[in-house]
């Protein structure tokens, strides 16, 4: 029998605060230019998605010659989301977080310098194989040309040296079956790697009452798949009433068990590098009449899933309310008509797993009533 998951449960309340911002706001008005203060207060804007204030809260410690690595990389963080490539590019120069090369090279890209973005970029991956970052940029430019045999290249060797995160895995599909290669076919193994089960058949009333009522429930994040008519709570493993705590207890154990069913795939990348530890992170969405999820994947977590609460009434034809499986992005100059895809429409009191490299998306429902779910990382807590 595998091992069991080695469970970090973390009681850090993680989403923005609004109180707490305004007890940090008045604690730095007595404190000017605290760093330990402006950064907990640039954390809970940047959890906020309050981009402006955060750009300019950092703005005079950012500047200073003896200013923190995180602080430049907030600040640049916050520029680069709103276009102020002229800010972000030179404090990335200045920060010695590894993480700012990856930026960097999306701030070239964002600038249109997408030849220095590319070299940038690959330099960045010959150095560090986990350079999730420069992977995206890397990728994004060389699919743009059509290139898709460079990407494979670049997945393989960068497979081959220890990486194995969801983004890699996904363009590792992509370019695999682009490029006629066997990879994609075990990545993209549907039987084998989408569990779809009946955790609740129904739904759960309660639980969909619980998180209607919730005085977190508000406005997805403007950089989340969401679009159209869609509201969510964000880490309902630590904002989550009872309900939602008993849920996750059930979801841990299914995890547990879809993880230990493919304990022997040791060929497989997605099973064959195990976290020693992991973390779960949740959050609830609320889709109504054209709310959707555009296509996308998990880049920092292992597995993902989601469990619908409640599901409207649905005709079973068409496309409305289903949730369909794809390729991660397109590529210049192909059809991606043939790329493995699937969708289904799911039931209430279901539970879907599957690798988080897996991109997906929904459709609307066109209803007036609610879809709820429940949809959750694996992360790596290590």
Same mark, same amino acid.
């Given at each position: 029998?595998?091992?069991?998951?080695?469970?970090?449960?973390?009681?850090?309340?993680?989403?923005?605060?609004?109180?707490?911002?305004?007890?940090?706001?008045?604690?730095?008005?007595? #404190?000017?230019?605290?760093?330990? +203060?402006?950064?907990?207060?640039?954390?809970?804007?940047?959890?906020?998605?309050?981009?402006?204030?955060?750009?300019?809260?950092?703005?005079?410690?950012?500047?200073?010659?003896?200013?923190?690595?995180?602080?430049?990389?907030?600040?640049?963080?916050?520029?680069?989301?709103?276009?102020?490539?002229?800010?972000?590019?030179?404090?990335?120069?200045?920060?010695?977080?590894?993480?700012?090369?990856?930026?960097?090279?999306?701030?070239?890209?964002?600038?249109?310098?997408?030849?220095?973005?590319?070299?940038?970029?690959?330099?960045?991956?010959?150095?560090?194989?986990?350079?999730?970052?420069?992977?995206?940029?890397?990728?994004?430019?060389?699919?743009?040309?059509?290139?898709?045999?460079?990407?494979?290249?670049?997945?393989?060797?960068?497979?081959?040296?220890?990486?194995?995160?969801?983004?890699?895995?996904?363009?590792?599909?992509?370019?695999?079956?682009?490029?006629?290669?066997?990879?994609?076919?075990?990545?993209?193994?549907?039987?084998?790697?989408?569990? #779809?089960?009946?955790?609740?058949?129904?739904?759960?009333?309660?639980?969909?009452?619980?998180?209607?009522?919730?005085?977190?429930?508000?406005?997805?994040?403007?950089?989340?798949?969401?679009?159209?008519?869609?509201?969510? %709570?964000?880490?309902?493993?630590?904002?989550?009433?009872?309900?939602?705590?008993?849920?996750?207890?059930? %979801?841990?154990?299914?995890?547990?068990?879809?993880?230990?069913?493919?304990?022997?795939?040791?060929?497989?990348?997605?099973?064959? +590098?195990?976290?020693?530890?992991?973390?779960?992170?949740?959050?609830?969405?609320?889709?109504?009449?054209?709310?959707?999820?555009?296509?996308?994947?998990?880049?920092?977590?292992? %597995?993902?899933?989601?469990?619908?609460?409640?599901?409207?009434?649905?005709?079973?034809?068409?496309?409305?309310?289903?949730?369909?499986?794809?390729?991660?992005?397109?590529?210049?100059?192909?059809?991606?008509?043939?790329?493995?895809?699937?969708?289904?429409?799911?039931?209430?009191?279901?539970?879907?797993?599957?690798?988080?490299?897996?991109?997906?998306?929904?459709?609307?429902?066109?209803?007036?009533?609610?879809? %709820?779910?429940?949809?959750?990382?694996?992360?790596?807590?290590?």
């Amino acid at each position: 029998m595998a091992d069991a998951l080695n469970w970090q449960v973390s009681s850090e309340q993680r989403i923005a605060d609004g109180r707490a911002a305004d007890v940090l706001r008045q604690a730095l008005r007595l #404190r000017p230019g605290d760093s330990e +203060i402006t950064l907990r207060l640039a954390r809970l804007l940047y959890a906020g998605d309050r981009m402006a204030e955060m750009f300019d809260l950092l703005a005079p410690l950012a500047e200073a010659s003896d200013a923190h690595d995180e602080i430049r990389l907030m600040r640049a963080r916050a520029a680069l989301r709103l276009g102020r490539l002229d800010v972000a590019i030179p404090l990335l120069e200045r920060c010695g977080d590894p993480l700012a090369d990856g930026l960097r090279a999306r701030g070239l890209f964002d600038a249109g310098r997408e030849d220095d973005a590319l070299a940038l970029a690959e330099r960045n991956l010959a150095r560090d194989a986990r350079d999730t970052e420069s992977l995206h940029i890397a990728a994004k430019l060389l699919l743009a040309r059509g290139d898709t045999k460079s990407v494979l290249a670049l997945c393989l060797d960068l497979l081959a040296r220890g990486a194995g995160h969801a983004r890699l895995l996904s363009l590792l599909a992509l370019s695999s079956w682009a490029e006629g290669t066997p990879h994609h076919r075990m990545l993209l193994d549907r039987e084998a790697l989408l569990a #779809r089960q009946p955790l609740m058949p129904g739904g759960d009333a309660a639980l969909a009452e619980e998180i209607l009522s919730h005085p977190r429930l508000g406005l997805s994040q403007s950089y989340k798949a969401t679009r159209g008519d869609g509201v969510r %709570i964000e880490h309902i493993q630590t904002q989550g009433g009872p309900h939602a705590q008993a849920l996750l207890a059930n %979801i841990r154990d299914a995890v547990g068990r879809y993880v230990a069913d493919r304990a022997s795939r040791t060929d497989h990348p997605a099973f064959a +590098i195990r976290p020693g530890a992991v973390a779960l992170n949740a959050w609830a969405l609320v889709l109504r009449g054209d709310g959707f999820e555009a296509y996308h994947i998990h880049p920092s977590a292992w %597995i993902s899933g989601v469990f619908y609460v409640a599901v409207p009434p649905l005709a079973a034809v068409g496309d409305a309310g289903r949730i369909g499986f794809g390729p991660v992005r397109d590529i210049a100059g192909r059809d991606m008509a043939d790329f493995p895809s699937w969708s289904l429409l799911p039931e209430a009191g279901e539970l879907l797993l599957f690798p988080s490299y897996f991109a997906h998306r929904t459709w609307p429902t066109a209803s007036a009533e609610p879809r %709820i779910c429940i949809a959750f990382d694996v992360e790596p807590a290590e």
